[in-house]
């Protein structure tokens, strides 16, 4: 019986390998700007990303908290243009928390 390790960790042609061609998690391709509400607040979308002076620079691996606060994302994105042409293209978020994903336009 074959082992989940035979099909993910052996030679160049394993499962992970065909799931994962490429990962740019910073640097010119991935910008992270966060607005911490204060005091627990609720904003709207509209009031939450009126000002962008309220997003500050953040970095993968930071924390956010007290329990229950509020932290809106702005997050751009740049594919490097080797990649353009590919079918599919995925941009992976895990916060560890429940979140919303909102567009530009508040969609």
Known sequence: MASL?????TSDLH????????RFASG??????VNSVPNLARPTFKEA??????FKPTATGNTF???????WFRI???FPKEL????????QWDARNEGLIWSEEGV
């Open 15 to 22: 499962l992970c390998s065909m799931l994962d061609e490429a």
């Open 28 to 33: 010119d391709y991935v910008k992270l700007y």
């Open 65 to 71: 908290g007290p329990s229950w606060s509020t932290h």
């Open 5 to 9: 390790s035979t099909f993910t960790k």
């Open 84 to 91: 353009l042409a590919k079918e599919h293209l995925e941009f």
């Open 76 to 78: 751009h994105v740049k």
């Open 49 to 54: 990303t009126a000002n962008a002076d309220l």
